[in-house]
């Protein structure tokens, strides 16, 4: 006799199902920009990505954003600082690091973004972390650094760094550094309001370097090769992935709900392998191995005050 899956069963899987379709709609994101490579200026993709993503929320988060207007007002500039750090110093950067590295290196780099976060969280508001958090910390970072030298610790002392691993790190401080900042938004705030917000602030300070982006390098130009990744980076990386991530948090909690981390580096790799046609190596094997145990330790460690918060955003 086969046996029913009640409702509840069904009901408890939904958020792990919504964590594995979120982990592959944002690895998705780091091959296409690799895929396109700069055919789609990095500050027109991210400015665009923003506003379409923007557009797609603003319908079902107008009601709460009116409500909260005063209270939106009075904290104006955490939500441009928010704005900055998501849109082109995160987001931006990251279309910039990949016309100079591959997928599989950036979905590897990225996935050491909550361990960054952890030790931002220590660094800049002293919550305390324990023995496991700091290897997990150390050999986050350990791993970050197999990629950027390519295996070869040598390089360090020669200082021969690959440009685009090193951007893509620096937009995954900036972007931990984002998660930080969740836990000064008042609570009145809901996530997808959060969201808009920061979309819309963040396309304001592009603005201007999208301007001189299509002046002095390229604009971008209006196609159907154009369009499709846009409004795909836009509402399903943006609007859609990112809100699975966050509803299964909500449900689940952000220690299981980390092992989105490890999927996004999986399918990142494995899409980059198949259909970018790059080559996975043995440095690659020993550097997920370093960040991904890595972050497995640091989110097994002692629950810090923030975790929710800080993990409730992830990447891009």
Known sequence: MYKT????????????????????IIASNHVLARYLDGSIPPLGLVFWRMIVAAIFLAPVTMLGLLKN?????????????????????GNGLIYVAY??????????VSASQPAITVLLT????????NWRQCIGIFAAGIGVLWIITKGEPSALLLMNFNFGDLTMFTAVVFGALYNVLIRNVPKQIRVNELLVLVLFSGSLITLPLYALETI????????????????????????????MISFSIRKVGANKASISNYMRA???ALLAVFILGETFENFHVYAIILILGG?????????VKSEFLIKRQRDF
Do not use: C, D
């Open 5 to 24: 899956k009640t409702n509840s069963e069904l009901g408890n899987s939904v958020p792990y199902l919504m964590i594995v379709i979120g982990a592959l």
């Open 295 to 303: 972050v497995f330790l640091m989110t097994r460690g002692t629950v």
């Open 122 to 129: 220590w660094l800049l508001f002293r919550e305390r972390i």
């Open 266 to 268: 999986l399918f990142t």
């Open 69 to 89: 207007r005063h209270l939106i007002l009075q904290h104006w500039k955490l939500f441009f600082l928010m704005g900055a750090l998501f849109v082109p110093l």
């Open 99 to 108: 016309l100079h590295t591959t997928a599989i290196n950036g979905g590897v």
């Open 216 to 243: 002095y390098y390229t604009p971008v130009k209006v196609s159907l090769g154009t369009i499709f990744p846009i409004l795909w980076v836009g509402i399903a990386v943006t609007a859609i992935a990112v809100g």
